[in-house]
C-alpha cells in the first residue's frame, strides 16, 4: 500500500499542513495520519476532517483499484470506536436491569454497526436501528423470557 501512503504524502504537503507521518495498517486498512501540529486539528472539526479525508481516499482507492482504506488521524477512529463499544455495553446492562428498550443517540452507519456487532454475541439482548438519514439510531432491547 506505499502507493497510497505515497499519494497522501504528496497531497499533504501539498495543504502546508505542518510536519505529519503517515503509516498504513494492512491487517485493519487502515491509513494512520499523525500531526505534529494540534492546531491544525481543531478538536470541534476533526471528525469532518476524518470525513472528508476519507473520502478522498476512497475515491483515490476506486480510481487505482485499490482495496478500501480508511483514515485515521491522531487515533481519533480508535478511540471513537472504544468509546462506542463501550457506550453498547453499558446500554446492554441498562436494558437487562430496566427491563426497557434503550435507544441511544444518532449515529452514523459505522458507528451503528460497531454497537450491532458488539452485542451481536449477547443471547440476552437484540438491537434494531430505527429512524431515517442523519436520526437513524440503534434501539438495545433485553430479550424477556
Not at 95 to 102: G, Q, V, Y
Amino acid at each position: 500500500m506505499s502507493e497510497i501512503k505515497t499519494i497522501f504524502e504528496k497531497m499533504l504537503k501539498l495543504m502546508s499542513v505542518g510536519e505529519f507521518h503517515v503509516d498504513v495498517n494492512e491487517e485493519n486498512h487502515r491509513l494512520i495520519i499523525f500531526f505534529e501540529n494540534e492546531d491544525f486539528i481543531i478538536k470541534k472539526n476533526l471528525p469532518f476532517l476524518v470525513n472528508d479525508l476519507n473520502h478522498i481516499l476512497q475515491l483515490i482507492s476506486k480510481k487505482s483499484s485499490l482495496p478500501p482504506y480508511f483514515i485515521d488521524i491522531n487515533n481519533y477512529r480508535l478511540e471513537r470506536e472504544k468509546i462506542i463499544s463501550e457506550l453498547a455495553k453499558a446500554a446492554a446492562r441498562k436494558a437487562i436491569m430496566t427491563k426497557s428498550d434503550i435507544s441511544l443517540p444518532a449515529m452514523n452507519a459505522y458507528e451503528r454497526r460497531i454497537i450491532h456487532v458488539e452485542l451481536s454475541m449477547r443471547p440476552d439482548i437484540k438491537t434494531e436501528s430505527e429512524g431515517l438519514g442523519q436520526t437513524r439510531r440503534v434501539i438495545v432491547k433485553p430479550i424477556l423470557d
